[in-house]
């Protein structure tokens, strides 16, 4: 049971690099979203994508790209890292959207520790 | 704007003692709660949830209790278990401004001693 899989776990960036972090569920699920976590403020929404195809921007999208690339995969992109996207980033996937009402839970994955020098 | 406070960064109990972790919310659009436990170099696992209908919803030794009048709500667990030791984020869910959103708070980190 793999559920959500995020890679890679650990990267260092210089300033003004680019990367992607990449994402896949194998639950079948219409959901997913990226979310960032840093100390003291609780996880907050970048992006997520309430079915194929679609994308919308959370609560802190600014220096983010994301793209749906099918029903499994969802990645997120830093085009030109900065020292303040030093975070652990939580890609998660539900049954159901936003859209549709949150009945049920997310299933997040470990987590993807980025540190931008 | 913090929609969703948990104003305890941390809690610490001895285990087969109750712990009891607080979360309060200022939308009255949230209409669904939800718990999530978190182990360090982990992602959030979801614990348990509750709809506005109710005030109550227990799953083995974790109770949520919801209070609308005073838009708060207590995850409650007993008896404490060393294993029960974790960061816990309460969340909630409901429509703001035409669309559904999912808030959570920043999360209160539980010690459960032996």
């Known amino acids: 049971n793999a559920g959500v899989t995020q890679t890679p776990k650990f990267q260092v960036l210089k300033t003004g690099q680019s990367m992607t972090l990449q994402c896949a569920q194998d639950?079948?699920?219409?959901?997913m979203y990226w979310y960032r976590q840093d100390p003291g403020m609780g996880l907050r929404l970048i992006y997520y994508?309430?079915?194929?195809?679609?994308?919308d921007k959370g609560e802190v999208p600014n220096g983010y790209n994301v793209s749906r690339l099918n029903k499994r995969e969802f990645s997120l992109r830093l085009e030109s890292a900065a020292p303040s996207q030093t975070s652990v980033y939580f890609c998660?996937?539900?049954?159901?959207?936003?859209?549709?009402?949150?009945?049920?839970?997310?299933?997040f994955g470990e987590g993807s520790r980025l540190t931008v020098l | 704007d913090q929609q969703v406070k948990q104003n305890s960064p941390s809690l610490s109990v001895q285990e087969g003692r109750i712990s009891i972790l607080n979360c309060d919310y200022t939308?009255?659009?949230?209409?669904?709660f939800l718990w999530y436990k978190k182990y360090p170099a982990e992602g959030p696992t979801f614990l348990i949830s509750?709809?506005?209908?109710?005030d109550k919803n227990e799953d083995g030794r974790f109770t949520v209790f919801l209070n609308k009048s005073a838009k708060h709500l207590s995850l409650h667990i007993v008896p404490s278990q060393p294993g029960d030791s974790a960061v816990y984020f309460c969340?909630?869910?409901?429509?703001?401004?035409?669309?559904?959103?999912?808030?959570f708070g920043k999360g209160t980190k539980l010690t459960v001693n032996p």
């Open positions: 998660a996937s539900s049954e159901a959207g936003f859209e549709r009402g949150i009945t049920g839970e997310l299933f």
């Open positions: 639950m079948n699920h219409n959901s």
């Open positions: 994508s309430a079915s194929e195809g679609t994308t």
């Open positions: 939308n009255s659009m949230f209409d669904y």
């Open positions: 509750i709809s506005s209908i109710k």
């Open positions: 969340a909630a869910s409901g429509n703001q401004g035409g669309s559904e959103k999912l808030v």
